[in-house]
């Protein structure tokens, strides 16, 4: 399992590199994310010794599992996931430096109370629906800035750019439309000049669309099935979960 690990991550990481030079990006403009629900810790460390030290849990219980097999090992940790306001607190004890999935003021406001109360700041991505689908997290595009205003307000948060979820499709240029989409509103946003907020990072991609995220300009791609093989859950039952 290590070997086969350490060569998907050589393939993804070519696929990376391949992209942004057709793109006239730099590679080091783009970061690998390790999405690594279902994952073991074990076979967690095996990536991150290979040097790929950001990693990301969808579910907060898989966090808080994995937290102490993991602590020691340097590493930068991000959540993916939809998040539930009754599971903030236990989120918070596992020294996660960015939550992408910010989508609603509800949940800006009880993280911002309990980050005062424990005297942290945390780094936040807004997730937009890019795609309008039904079954996808993220506020609407249309209600993108208006979030983007009121989070920052909000002094414990930082945000640090914008995430989304592409459509599911085999038509790239269906899911390019979503990117593209996301582009528009960083920069909408970056000519607002809001306070308190940076547009730096697009987290858009993931294993069957990374090249076309890339072609739009994302600096965080979330692969995990590419790097650790097929799931026994659909990615379905990672991205629909109940909403508050």
């Not at 970061?31 to 990536?47: F, G, H, N, P, W």
């Not at 945390?122 to 595009?141: A, H, R, W």
């Not at 730096?200 to 979330?222: H, W």
């Amino acid at each position: 399992m290590a070997e086969s690990i350490l060569e998907n991550l050589a393939v993804i990481l070519k696929r990376i590199e391949n992209s942004c030079r057709q793109s006239n990006r730099n590679p080091n403009e783009v970061r690998l994310l390790l999405a690594t629900k279902t994952v073991s810790a074990d076979y967690i460390k095996i990536a991150i010794e290979a040097g790929q030290t950001l990693i990301a849990e969808n579910k907060v219980q898989e966090a808080k599992e994995k937290y102490e097999s993991l602590r020691l090992i340097p590493h930068e940790s991000h959540f993916i996931g939809h998040l539930q306001t009754n599971k903030i607190k236990d989120l918070l004890k596992c020294d996660i430096s960015c939550i992408q999935t910010l989508d609603r003021l509800d949940l800006a406001q009880k993280l911002h109370n309990r980050l005062l109360y424990e005297n942290k700041t945390m780094e936040v991505l807004i997730q937009v629906n890019t795609s309008n689908e039904d079954s996808k997290f993220g506020t609407y595009p249309d209600q993108a800035i208006e979030l983007i205003r009121q989070v920052a307000e909000l002094e414990t948060l930082k945000i640090k750019g914008l995430m989304t979820i592409g459509l599911f499709t085999a038509e790239t240029e269906e899911v390019r439309k979503c990117f593209k989409l996301l582009k528009k509103i960083q920069q909408e946003t970056i000519s607002l000049n809001i306070p308190n907020v940076e547009m730096k990072e697009l987290s858009m991609g993931m294993s069957g669309d990374l090249e076309t995220a890339i072609e739009e300009g994302s600096t965080i791609v979330r692969v995990g099935t590419a790097i650790f093989g097929q799931r026994i859950y659909p990615d379905s039952y990672y991205w629909n979960e109940n909403k508050d």
